[in-house]
């Protein structure tokens, strides 16, 4: 039996037969589906769809008739984006979905994976595109989105999109029957930012949260991770936030690949839960194969480190940490939450250690100035004589996490 319908969404005035075909396969493999199109020019026979273009644009705030007239195809696309998000919400909170999976080119998965991103994490979602062998992050964004590739072109019927197309369609019914068991237990969930140069240090913390009673969810800091950890913090998931890797800061700063962009660190603050900042790998930028890093670095006698063959690291500077000193300072000003920093005077990573390679204290006490300087009185800044993998230092960071939980009332945790 099958958590709620199928949400087929797509162009059907112009994929008509390949979606019928995907019906066909959903339904002979048990599937119950709604179907729901966003192309503009026209419609289909082949079989019912439920939600037509008209239905579809007029969500999105305009007529389907208005569009036509106009024209502008990069504007209907908008529109239809629009509208199909707003539908397929709608048909969510209705109880209508229990899944949905869509087909195109570039501009149709765009319009496809718009109303995907509306849904909650845990609601399946699959998208078979051309797009999806390149750089998906503009349709996935931080959501658990699947993207299948279409191999040839979503145009026409043959042997290989026969499979592709069959496949995604077991794909999207398995997933939906698939049905989670419940959560157990009403543990508070802690987000925690984590980099191989500070894994030791989370995993002491993930060790200590556990014999506390709480749940803790680990995110990479790669850019995606911190992301999807701020996303899932507004989406209403976290109650507390131990964000020991802020190293995305350095790398938004300096244009790294592992930026988060500007609103890192800004979700704990927005949403009003506990939130406790370390500048855990602000001493490294990220970069890929050495000849990748940008030539105003390379000419300026910066200092680098080959940490596997597609990453190659930076370390910050005296004036890029005090930079990150004020932009930790920002965040703390702009929280509706209360907040703490914790500071590791013995280095920041791995390779801040004493005497290792990117052991540079004036950098790193340039931050802690720069913080000081522009915190409000009654925002705490410890510090501790420690490296940030030393197990006191994790052993004072979740007693610190906890003494912020506590000064709150933390939520329950939300099931999915």
Same mark, same amino acid.
């Given at each position: 039996?099958?958590?709620?319908?199928?949400?087929? @969404?797509?162009?059907? =005035?112009?994929?008509? %037969?390949?979606?019928?075909?995907?019906?066909?396969? !959903?339904?002979?493999?048990?599937? =119950?589906?709604?179907?729901?199109?966003?192309?503009?020019?026209?419609?289909?026979?082949?079989?019912?769809?439920?939600? =037509?273009?008209?239905?579809?644009?007029?969500?999105?705030?305009?007529?389907?008739?208005? @569009?036509?007239? +106009?024209? %502008?195809?990069?504007?209907?696309?908008?529109?239809?984006?629009?509208?199909?998000?707003?539908?397929?919400?709608?048909?969510? =909170?209705?109880?209508?979905?229990?899944?949905?999976?869509?087909?195109?080119?570039?501009?149709?998965?765009?319009?496809?994976?718009?109303?995907?991103?509306?849904?909650?994490?845990?609601?399946?979602?699959?998208?078979?595109?051309?797009?999806?062998?390149?750089?998906?992050?503009?349709?996935?964004?931080?959501?658990?989105?699947?993207?299948?590739?279409?191999?040839?072109?979503?145009?026409?019927?043959?042997?290989?999109?026969?499979?592709?197309?069959?496949?995604?369609?077991?794909?999207?019914?398995?997933?939906?029957?698939?049905?989670?068991?419940?959560?157990?237990?009403?543990?508070?969930?802690?987000?925690?930012?984590?980099?191989?140069?500070?894994?030791?240090?989370?995993?002491?913390?993930?060790?200590? @949260?556990?014999?506390?009673?709480?749940?803790?969810?680990?995110?990479?800091?790669?850019?995606?991770?911190?992301?999807?950890?701020?996303?899932? !913090?507004?989406?209403?998931?976290?109650?507390?936030?131990?964000? !020991?890797?802020?190293?995305?800061?350095?790398?938004?700063?300096?244009?790294?690949?592992?930026?988060?962009?500007? %609103? +890192?660190?800004?979700?704990?603050?927005?949403?009003? !839960?506990?939130?406790?900042?370390?500048?855990?790998?602000?001493?490294?930028?990220?970069?890929?194969?050495?000849?990748?890093?940008?030539?105003?670095?390379?000419?300026?006698?910066?200092?680098?480190?080959?940490?596997?063959?597609?990453?190659?690291?930076?370390?910050?500077?005296? %004036?890029?940490?005090?930079?990150?000193?004020?932009?930790?300072?920002?965040?703390?000003?702009?929280?509706?939450?209360?907040?703490?920093?914790?500071?590791?005077?013995?280095?920041?990573?791995?390779?801040?250690?004493?005497?290792?390679?990117?052991?540079?204290?004036?950098?790193?006490?340039?931050?802690?100035?720069?913080? +000081?300087?522009?915190?409000?009185?009654?925002?705490?800044?410890?510090?501790?004589?420690?490296?940030?993998?030393?197990?006191?230092?994790?052993?004072?960071?979740?007693?610190?996490?906890?003494?912020?939980?506590?000064?709150?009332?933390?939520?329950?945790?939300?099931?999915?």
């Amino acid at each position: 039996m099958l958590n709620g319908p199928i949400v087929v @969404l797509g162009a059907f =005035d112009s994929k008509g %037969d390949e979606y019928a075909f995907l019906l066909d396969a !959903i339904r002979r493999l048990g599937g =119950d589906a709604l179907t729901v199109n966003f192309g503009i020019l026209g419609s289909t026979n082949l079989f019912r769809v439920d939600y =037509d273009a008209e239905e579809v644009a007029r969500a999105g705030g305009v007529e389907l008739t208005m @569009l036509r007239e +106009r024209g %502008d195809r990069g504007a209907a696309m908008k529109c239809m984006a629009a509208g199909a998000a707003v539908l397929v919400r709608r048909l969510y =909170d209705e109880g209508k979905l229990g899944g949905v999976i869509g087909m195109g080119g570039s501009g149709g998965a765009s319009v496809i994976t718009a109303a995907m991103r509306t849904l909650p994490t845990g609601v399946p979602k699959v998208c078979v595109s051309t797009v999806a062998g390149g750089d998906v992050r503009p349709y996935v964004g931080t959501t658990d989105i699947v993207m299948i590739p279409s191999v040839t072109d979503v145009a026409g019927l043959n042997r290989i999109s026969r499979t592709i197309f069959t496949r995604a369609a077991g794909a999207i019914v398995g997933m939906v029957r698939a049905t989670p068991e419940p959560a157990i237990g009403d543990r508070p969930i802690v987000a925690a930012s984590m980099f191989g140069n500070t894994t030791a240090c989370v995993d002491a913390c993930r060790d200590l @949260l556990d014999a506390a009673g709480y749940e803790t969810l680990v995110f990479h800091a790669t850019g995606v991770g911190g992301r999807t950890m701020e996303s899932l !913090i507004d989406e209403g998931f976290v109650d507390a936030c131990l964000d !020991i890797t802020t190293t995305e800061l350095a790398d938004e700063l300096c244009g790294g690949v592992f930026s988060a962009g500007e %609103d +890192r660190l800004s979700a704990p603050g927005r949403q009003g !839960i506990p939130h406790l900042i370390v500048p855990g790998c602000i001493d490294m930028v990220n970069f890929g194969p050495p000849d990748s890093v940008p030539q105003k670095y390379r000419n300026a006698g910066r200092l680098f480190y080959e940490w596997n063959p597609a990453v190659t690291l930076m370390r910050t500077s005296v %004036d890029e940490n005090r930079r990150i000193g004020e932009i930790f300072a920002a965040k703390a000003i702009a929280a509706q939450g209360p907040v703490a920093f914790l500071i590791p005077l013995r280095g920041v990573s791995v390779l801040d250690g004493d005497g290792q390679l990117f052991c540079d204290r004036e950098a790193d006490q340039a931050m802690c100035a720069a913080l +000081r300087e522009r915190l409000p009185a009654g925002v705490p800044v410890v510090e501790v004589d420690a490296n940030i993998n030393d197990p006191s230092f994790a052993q004072l960071a979740v007693e610190m996490l906890l003494e912020l939980i506590r000064a709150t009332k933390p939520r329950a945790a939300k099931q999915t």
